[in-house]
């Protein structure tokens, strides 16, 4: 049996050491728990550890490797992530440049609202992303033993991405969450709404030249 567990821990340094590397997700999360509050930056984390699920479903069951292989449905996705990345980016410099600008907060809305707002953001943030695909079409193999039910167990290190996952974004947010309380002037808003919007230009850019 270790021949069978072993891999799984090794898989989960992997990915552990991905999930702490600075990323959309990561600037998503703590821009989503100064500026807006609780309710939505958790949203934000389920919905990206939702986007990891069903990429690892895709990676089981082979559509990840039907993306890898079509040029067409790769670039597709691609785009479409990078236009969502644009649009976040567009929305938070539109804030920037206000005389005043504009704080979304979980008190304006019902908590339902807040939660699925931030939820889609992190799910279609990860969701969007094929490089994420590319990540597990190319990663699982290499931690599946051979005498195993493949698919089963590609579904086992789906599981251990996303709870990697979930543990750390809710550390990230939680953590933003405290010294929210000392960031909530306008000109730290500002600059966190500058900063998120660059970061996710930078990712739309590279995204695209990747292709």
């Not at 930056?41 to 990429?55: D, E, R």
């Not at 990676?59 to 969502?84: D, F, M, N, R």
Request: charged share 10%; hydrophobic share 55%.
């Amino acid at each position: 049996m270790p021949h069978v567990f072993l891999p799984v821990l090794a898989f989960a340094a992997a990915w552990g050491v991905l999930v702490l590397t600075p990323g959309t997700e990561t600037a998503l999360i703590i821009r989503l728990s100064i500026s807006v509050g609780r309710t939505t930056a958790i949203g934000a984390v389920l919905g990206i550890a939702a986007g990891l699920t069903l990429w690892g479903i895709g990676t089981a069951v082979g559509l990840s490797a039907l993306i890898a292989a079509s040029h067409t449905l790769y670039l597709v996705l691609e785009w479409a992530c990078a236009g969502y990345l644009l649009s976040l980016a567009f929305r938070l410099l539109v804030n920037v440049l206000r005389s005043t600008p504009e704080t979304e907060t979980d008190s304006e809305n019902k908590a339902p609202k807040a939660f699925w707002s931030g939820f889609r953001r992190g799910m279609f943030t990860t969701i969007l992303n094929p490089l994420v695909g590319v990540f597990d079409l190319t990663a699982f193999p290499q931690f599946i033993p051979a005498d195993v039910n493949a698919v089963t167990y590609a579904l086992l290190l789906t599981v251990v991405q996303a709870v990697l996952t979930l543990t750390w974004y809710f550390t990230l947010a939680f953590t933003a969450l405290f010294f929210s309380r000392f960031l909530t002037n306008p000109f730290v808003i500002r600059v966190l709404d500058g900063l998120t919007a660059l970061v996710f230009i930078i990712f739309a850019v590279r995204l695209v030249i990747s292709g």
